[in-house]
T-cell receptor, first 109, second 112 residues
């Protein structure tokens, strides 16, 4: 199935730094989703975006639905150690969901 | 509110044995998805159901894999016979036509 281009693949940052990751696709999506997955757990939905250009925040997380509907980004401000995990983007169209390959985030205290 | 519930969380079995994974979607959700996650391939869609009807099973690896959804609150994924290359984490997820997909905690399968 289709996979989205997600970058970067991994990030090592100092606690307190801001983080930015993005996803691109050759297809248009109706919804963009961002998930966080911790070891041994399932992906947890962080943010859902429904409209092109939409900017949505959830605490220190901010995500945007690209104006072309083919991309999205996620920012994490002032990172803390518990932000560690793998972040996935997903695009939704029809009744299908397509996933990025994930960004592994390591926060160094 | 209860999320997607999967069982078992962990299963270790020997090659050739039958494996049955179970899923209870979020109440009121009408679409259910089975995914497999491995380091090499990431998240792969195996099959999804809409209103208990299988819509797309093109991701099911081979005839050894089968899935059923006898009612709106229960689905199974069966592997018979299991092989070591089936070792992975299997996720069930459900969607209620809101564009949001919710995952269970997964079933980690190890086939020896």
């Amino acid at each position: 199935g289709q996979q989205l281009n997600q970058s970067p693949q991994s990030m090592f940052i100092q606690e307190g730094e801001d983080v930015s990751m993005n996803c691109t696709s050759s297809s248009i999506f109706n919804t963009w989703l961002w998930y966080k997955q911790e070891p041994g757990e399932g992906p947890v939905l962080l943010i859902a975006l429904y409209k092109a250009g939409e900017l949505t925040s959830n605490g220190r997380l901010t995500a945007q639905f690209g104006i072309t509907r083919k991309d999205s980004f996620l920012n994490i401000s002032a990172s803390i150690p518990s932000d560690v995990g793998i972040y996935f983007c997903a695009g939704h169209t029809g009744n299908q969901f397509y996933f990025g390959t994930g960004t592994s985030l390591t926060v160094i205290p | 509110d209860a999320g997607v519930i999967q069982s078992p969380r962990h299963e270790v079995t020997e090659m050739g044995q039958e494996v049955t994974l179970r899923c209870k979607p979020i109440s009121g959700h009408n679409s259910l998805f089975w995914y497999r996650q491995t380091m090499m391939r990431g998240l792969e869609l195996l099959i999804y159901f809409n209103n208990n009807v299988p819509i797309d099973d093109s991701g099911m690896p081979e005839d050894r894999f089968s899935a059923k959804m006898p009612n709106a609150s229960f689905s199974t994924l069966k592997i018979q016979p299991s092989e070591p290359r089936d070792s992975a984490v299997y996720f069930c997820a459900s969607n209620g036509n809101t564009g949001e997909l919710f995952f269970g905690e997964g079933s980690r399968l190890t086939v020896l």
